[in-house]
T-cell receptor, first 113, second 112 residues
C-alpha cells in the first residue's frame, strides 16, 4: 500500500519554462512534507519542505504548494535550468513519528537546453 | 566538509554469501538510517538507530541486520543475500527531532 505516490515517472521541460512535479498522499496524518533531489551516482539531497499548517513555501526558484483537502502537493521550479535535471522524490512524515519518512517513487525531470 | 560516506560504492556478492555495507558520518548526528531502493521505486526504510537504540521496521526481513558501534559508524549486514536483495542501499543521518535527512551516495549491491 503506497501512501505517497508520484504518478508521473518522468517529465520533460524546456529550459526557462516552469516544471511542475506532483505528489499525492493517502494518509491525512502526514503533517510534514519534503522534496529531495537525486543526481545519478549520488544520494538524495534535501530541497525544500512544507508543514501541514502552511499551503505554500518558497525558496528561490523552488516553491512547494500543499492542498490538504486534495491530499496533494506540488513542486514548482521557475525558471527551469538544465542543472535541475534529476530525479525528484516527495516524502512525508506522520504526526509524532519522529524523523520517519515515507517516500514516493520519484519523478525524473529532464530540462532541455 | 561534513558528510555521509558509504563504502563500498559498488558491491558484488554471490547468492547466499554474507555481505557488509558500511556508512560513516562526520555530522555528529544522533540518528542513522538504512534504506533499500530498488530500481524506479521509493527508498524503503529498513531500520534506524536513535543513538544506540535500534528500531527495526516491521517488514524488514530477518536476513538484514545492523550494527552501530559508535556515533560515527553504522553497518548493514545481509546474512544470506538473495537475488531479490539486489538494490541500492542508502544510509542517511539526521539530528534528533529534525526532519532533514542527509544521505550518503549509496552502495549498489549486485547478487550473482
Amino acid at each position: 500500500d503506497q501512501q505517497v505516490k508520484q504518478n508521473s515517472p518522468s517529465l520533460s521541460v524546456q529550459e526557462g519554462r516552469i516544471s511542475i512535479l506532483n505528489c499525492d498522499y493517502t494518509n491525512s496524518m502526514f503533517d510534514y512534507f519534503l522534496w529531495y533531489k537525486k543526481y545519478p551516482a549520488e544520494g538524495p539531497t534535501f530541497l525544500i519542505s512544507i508543514s501541514s499548517i502552511k499551503d505554500k513555501n518558497e525558496d528561490g526558484r523552488f516553491t512547494v504548494f500543499l492542498n490538504k483537502s486534495a491530499k496533494h502537493l506540488s513542486l514548482h521550479i521557475v525558471p527551469s535550468q538544465p542543472g535541475d535535471s534529476a530525479v525528484y522524490f516527495c516524502a512525508a512524515r506522520f504526526n509524532n513519528a519522529g524523523n520517519m519518512l515515507t517516500f514516493g517513487g520519484g519523478t525524473r525531470l529532464m530540462v532541455k537546453p | 566538509d561534513a558528510m555521509v560516506i558509504q563504502n563500498p560504492r559498488y558491491q558484488v556478492t554471490q547468492f547466499g554469501k554474507p555481505v557488509t555495507l558500511s556508512c560513516s558520518q562526520t555530522l555528529n548526528h544522533n540518528v542513522m538510517y538504512w534504506y533499500q531502493q530498488k530500481s524506479s521505486q521509493a527508498p524503503k526504510l529498513l531500520f534506524h538507530y536513535y543513538d544506540k537504540d535500534f528500531n527495526n521496521e516491521a517488514d524488514t526481513p530477518d536476513n538484514f541486520q545492523s550494527r552501530r558501534p559508535n556515533t560515527s559508524f553504522c553497518f548493514l549486514d545481509i546474512r544470506s543475500p538473495g537475488l531479490g536483495d539486489a538494490a541500492m542501499y542508502l544510509c542517511a543521518t539526521s539530528r534528533a527531532g529534525f526532519d532533514t535527512q542527509y544521505f550518503g551516495p549509496g552502495t549498489r549491491l549486485t547478487v550473482l
